[in-house]
């Protein structure tokens, strides 16, 4: 037998380093040839990395959150045969580097200490996704995520005082939405970590949960939680950041009467709803925005600040602004021109689901010329969106309510949405801004005109 180490590869995009996403294996595991290792995050996407060999996992090199360098040690497996060339000399120089000295070694693999400590942090920044191997815990503790001992399943409840509960922060948003604290909710997941499925059975048992120790519902609430951002939200806030620093934004809302455009959608769907899908708001957006960037290409452009070229770009690649368990992402709909309203809105979807299952590819999160951005029903009346750079406009989609409006002297109920949009004031006068908004206002007021070449 003999040790082989796999070093991170080059995953493309011209990068140096890339962070550890997620896990998919941990050690002792016994992994297959192309048998996923552990998903990697470059600035555009989440990429999955695959073992080049069979074998089983001696050590993972760093915990979730942590940059690896490309051509860096990313696992260590034991294998058939010799192994890779001066495999001993580098796990013995890991093994110096980590070493937190006497009494503090981490337990070798398959040896359980004489008692599990909690771990010294928690998973609250954790990247969840739908992987079938349980992802390694996270901790600030040296040496591989693995090995990092944790609470036992079913423990007394509460847990000890500092103790922090485990859990994806899918849990950890359910959990807040329901009410219920996590320090009391046991965990029979990895290390202690608390499921969804620990939270049913939590709800399940009822009040009184754990023995009677659940605090009064309108008890003091005390103690502060660390999470380290790391994963899609570092991506997400380092992007935000630069684009509210760099991008000077003005926004310009209207509101739009879609009291006529709902009448067609409502009678599309009825007339090709079971064959052709249902019919949302967006691919008439969509299609009004393919048609007013024609006549305002100023709109339709990337702007690469750091060389000072604009590019206008024919096509028109929309991006749909999804929400999704580790964030959100931005898939892109491309040739947007192209489609009709049934094929813009199977693309929406399909795209929207690849986001949300973490299966979207990343020449399908990359490459849009113009964003738009919706809260559905949470739209609210009025949001200031932040641009997707290196675009210069993004539209956002408020929520659609009936209102009395006066008509020819007439108080009538309409069904109105407004339509918030910010604009990079470095590439867009707010006088276009406002002739583009209103072209696309006139479309969606009168949607036969959605369909005149």
């Known amino acids: 037998m003999g040790r082989y180490i796999f070093k991170l590869p080059d995953v493309g995009e011209g990068i140096a380093e890339s962070e550890i996403a997620e896990w998919r294996v941990k050690v002792g595991d016994k992994v297959e040839e192309d048998q996923p290792l552990v998903d990697m995050l470059t600035d555009k996407a989440s990429v999955e990395i695959s073992s080049p060999v069979a074998g089983t996992?001696?050590?993972?090199c760093g915990n979730a959150g942590d940059m690896a360098a490309v051509g860096g040690p990313l696992v260590i497996l034991e294998v058939e045969g010799a192994g890779t060339k001066g495999a001993d000399e580098v796990v013995a120089q890991r093994a110096a580097a980590q070493d937190p000295g006497p009494g503090t070694r981490d337990p070798e693999p398959g040896k359980a200490e004489p008692e599990a400590s909690a771990p010294a942090t928690d998973q609250g920044g954790k990247i969840e996704t739908k992987?079938?191997?349980?992802?390694?815990?996270?901790?600030?503790?040296?040496?591989?995520a693995s090995r990092v001992p944790g609470p036992e399943p079913h423990q007394g409840l509460p847990r000890p005082a500092g103790e922090k509960p485990l859990a994806s922060p899918a849990v950890?948003?359910?959990?807040?939405?329901?009410?219920?604290?996590?320090?009391?909710?046991?965990?029979?997941?990895e290390a202690g970590q608390i499921r969804h499925e620990d939270l049913d059975a939590f709800i399940a048992r009822g009040p009184?949960?754990?023995?009677?120790?659940?605090?009064?519902m309108r008890g003091k609430r005390e103690g502060v939680e660390a999470i380290k951002v790391i994963g899609v939200r570092r991506k997400i806030a380092e992007a935000m950041q630069r684009a509210k620093q760099r991008i000077p934004h003005f926004a310009y809302v209207e509101e739009i009467d879609c009291t006529e455009l709902e009448t067609l959608r409502?009678?599309?769907?009825?007339?090709?709803?079971?064959?052709?899908?249902?019919?949302?708001?967006?691919?008439?957006?969509?299609?009004?925005?393919?048609?007013?960037?024609?006549?305002?290409p100023q709109v339709n452009v990337t702007f690469d600040d750091?060389?000072?070229?604009?590019?206008?770009?024919?096509?028109?690649?929309?991006?749909?602004?999804?929400?999704?368990?580790?964030?959100?992402?931005?898939?892109?709909v491309r040739h947007a021109e192209s489609l009709d309203l049934w094929q813009t809105s199977a693309e929406i979807r399909r795209l929207a689901n690849a986001a949300r299952e973490g299966k979207a590819k990343r020449e399908e999160l990359t490459g849009s010329t113009l964003t738009i951005t919706s809260l559905g029903a949470l739209g609210g009346i009025v949001t200031t969106p932040v641009i997707n750079a290196p675009e210069v406009a993004i539209i956002g989609v408020n929520k659609m309510v009936e209102r009395p409006m006066v008509r020819s002297g007439q108080i009538v109920i309409r069904s109105m949405m407004n339509l918030s949009s910010c604009f990079d004031h470095r590439m867009v006068d707010g006088y276009d801004a406002a002739?583009?908004?209103?072209?696309?206002?006139?479309?969606?007021?009168?949607?036969?005109?959605?369909?005149?070449e």
């Open 306 to 332: 750091d060389a000072g070229i604009a590019y206008r770009h024919a096509a028109l690649h929309v991006g749909i602004a999804t929400q999704t368990p580790n964030g959100l992402m931005v898939p892109v």
């Open 172 to 189: 950890r948003r359910r959990a807040q939405d329901l009410g219920i604290q996590l320090q009391y909710v046991p965990g029979t997941g």
């Open 131 to 144: 992987s079938p191997a349980a992802p390694a815990t996270g901790s600030s503790t040296p040496g591989p």
């Open 57 to 60: 996992v001696l050590e993972l």
């Open 266 to 296: 409502k009678q599309l769907n009825e007339q090709y709803g079971k064959e052709r899908g249902k019919l949302t708001l967006l691919p008439f957006l969509v299609r009004a925005l393919a048609n007013a960037v024609v006549k305002f």
């Open 435 to 452: 002739e583009f908004i209103q072209y696309v206002r006139a479309q969606l007021e009168n949607p036969a005109t959605l369909f005149i």
């Open 208 to 216: 009184g949960a754990a023995g009677g120790a659940a605090p009064a």
